[in-house]
């Protein structure tokens, strides 16, 4: 079983700065990763795919890096509607998700 | 417009049944391989279970296998989940989602979500 490990938990910036999320996997998922936003009461929505890919129609803001075991989410200049749950979820080994990163208003 | 409908959730008792209903619109719905994902209240988001195009392959988790089932009937553009035997720990946000082909078979779109609270 592989286990995503996302860091940190919470994470205060205001409006204009950049967020770095981290997931971290328990063993290599190669390149099997994405990324999810998450407002409570709405539906996820997928933002990167295959760990560096946008989805249709995401902002060029959000960016995604990384491979094997190391991942990384950068959300550049951060806008208010930004301030949400995100997830990321590999699909290398059965589906599992992360336990999520809260970006907060600071 | 790609949309996820969801409807059915409630209140059952623990070793009750319910049954959650996923109505797809704005794509070909038989085209598309369909999932259930779950949240339980402070936690995080869970696999549930997964459904091939017409039906005949399915997977669960551990967690649900022997008591939930997965369904769609294409002609109505919608997918289900049958639960049966209902646990407190089965209390959660339910998720269906499309396996997008077009996004190399990532998640995309997702239901709005429908409750689920097994309590007596």
């Known amino acids: 079983e592989i286990v995503l490990t996302q860091s940190p938990a919470t994470l205060s910036l205001s409006p204009g700065d950049t967020a770095t999320l981290s997931c971290r996997a328990s063993?290599?998922?190669?390149?099997?990763l994405a990324w999810y936003q998450h407002i409570p009461g709405q539906a996820p929505r997928l933002l990167i795919y295959d760990a560096s890919n946008r989805a249709t129609g995401i902002p060029a803001r959000f960016s995604g890096s990384g491979s094997g075991t190391d991942f990384t989410l950068t959300i550049s200049s951060l806008e208010p509607e930004d301030f949400a749950l995100y997830y990321c979820q590999q699909r290398f080994n059965a589906i599992a998700f992360g336990g999520g990163t809260k970006v907060e208003i600071k | 417009e790609v949309q996820l409908v969801q409807s059915g959730g409630g209140l059952v008792q623990p070793g009750g049944s319910l049954r959650l209903s996923c109505a797809a619109s704005?794509?070909?719905?038989?085209?598309?391989?369909m999932h259930w994902v779950r949240q339980a209240p402070g936690k995080g988001l869970v696999w549930v279970a997964r459904i091939d195009i017409d039906g005949r392959d399915t997977s669960y988790a551990d967690s649900v296998k022997g008591r939930f089932t997965i369904s769609r009937d294409n002609a109505k553009n919608t997918l289900y989940l049958q639960m049966n035997s209902l646990r407190a720990e089965d209390t959660a946000v339910y998720y269906c989602?499309?396996?997008?082909?077009?996004?190399?078979?990532?998640?995309?779109?997702w239901g709005q979500g429908t409750l689920v609270t097994v309590s007596s």
């Open positions: 989602a499309r396996q997008n082909w077009n996004s190399n078979n990532w998640f995309d779109p």
């Open positions: 063993q290599s998922v190669s390149s099997y």
């Open positions: 704005g794509f070909t719905f038989r085209s598309y391989w």
